[in-house]
């Protein structure tokens, strides 16, 4: 099952690199590809439909043994109803990243008032409201994103119009927003602790380090691109000059700053599910829609300017100041 697994991942990588290779011109798409037909296959019927089976499967277990039903329900919930009166209907991935936000809005202020905490329990009112922050920043910064570009992602392209394979990318998105947010589930379910343990500064300080940096990292790239004087070039001041993807970087090292700090009031083994969510962020930014795609793109678009390879040779594709 694992190894089918990573065959389907291995695929969706190999389609959004096709979506974004794709300029209009099929014989642009041939030579870059060899084949527009082959390159853009879809995924099977049959596999689309194992793989939403699993990653529903996969959080049904960990809603099981961590008892996080209302989250779990919450995340799936709206992003099924979305999908199946707006993005199917209208075969539209615009609210896509905006349904992504009010699930994790919805998932987090539930979680905290359902078990009654109020500003005085210092540990749940940090880590909700980092989340909140984050999310609004983050969805609605993806929000005007593609508004700026019609309402259209070239990364849904070959998903779209077969009921499987758009559902698969939405049942994804949801599983996302669950595994992130449980940190925060987890330690809104469970009694008060007053007490300030060292890992809940060190969490929050990486926290906000990890948001700084890519708050830092999306005005920068956002602003040299918005610039004429850029047009066809590659953004290599700033942060982006210590790591190709400064912004991935810094939301692998928020997630644990949060995963951290919850684990500070574990009480069984269980609650190792807070580890969950840095997990499998770096699962999605490092092996499958994040950096993957967004370098093959990167290389495609840019090995033919100047001081390209020089800054690929000498710039870490993720972490600052280390090998890789």
């Known amino acids: 099952l694992l190894g089918f697994w990573q065959r389907i991942m291995a695929d969706i990588r190999q389609r959004i690199n096709a979506d974004q290779h794709d300029t209009g011109d099929p014989a642009a ?77 919805a998932v987090t202020v539930f979680s905290y008032f359902y078990h009654q905490h109020s500003v005085q329990h210092l540990r749940n009112t940090v880590l909700s409201s980092f989340v909140v922050l984050w999310t609004l920043r983050l969805g609605m910064f993806l929000f005007w994103r593609i508004l700026q570009h019609n309402g259209i992602d070239t990364r849904f392209t070959s998903f779209k119009g077969k009921f499987w394979n758009f559902l698969m990318v939405w049942t994804m998105s949801a599983q996302w ?51 004429p004087k850029n ?51 770096v699962a999605l930014l490092v092996f499958m829609s994040g950096i993957p795609p967004s370098e093959a793109t990167f290389k495609r678009k840019y090995k033919n300017i100047d001081g390209f390879q020089q800054y690929l040779d000498n710039t870490p594709i993720l972490i600052p100041f280390c090998p890789w």
């Open 29 to 105: 798409i041939n030579k870059a590809n060899g084949s527009s037909e082959t390159t853009k296959k879809s995924l099977s019927t049959f596999q689309a439909i194992v793989a939403n089976v699993w990653f529903l499967s996969l959080s049904a277990i960990v809603c099981y043994f961590t008892e996080t039903y209302h989250a779990f329900l919450i995340a799936f919930g709206i992003h099924f109803v979305v999908f199946g009166f707006h993005a199917m209907p209208m075969e539209s991935e615009k609210f896509y990243d905006f349904t992504g936000m009010i699930s994790f809005l």
């Open 177 to 227: 927003v669950y595994f992130c947010s449980l940190p925060v589930v987890i330690v809104n379910r469970k009694p008060f602790v007053s007490t300030v343990y060292a890992t809940d500064i060190i969490g929050w300080a990486l926290f906000v380090l990890g948001c700084c940096i890519e708050i830092i990292a999306d005005a920068q790239k956002t602003l040299f691109k918005s610039s």
């Open 231 to 281: 047009t066809g070039k590659f953004i290599r001041h700033g942060v982006w000059a210590y790591s190709r993807h400064p912004n991935y970087f810094g939301d692998i090292v928020l997630w644990i700053g949060i995963a951290l700090s919850s684990y500070s009031v574990a009480t069984n083994v269980y609650d190792l599910f807070v580890f969950i969510s840095p997990l499998w962020t």
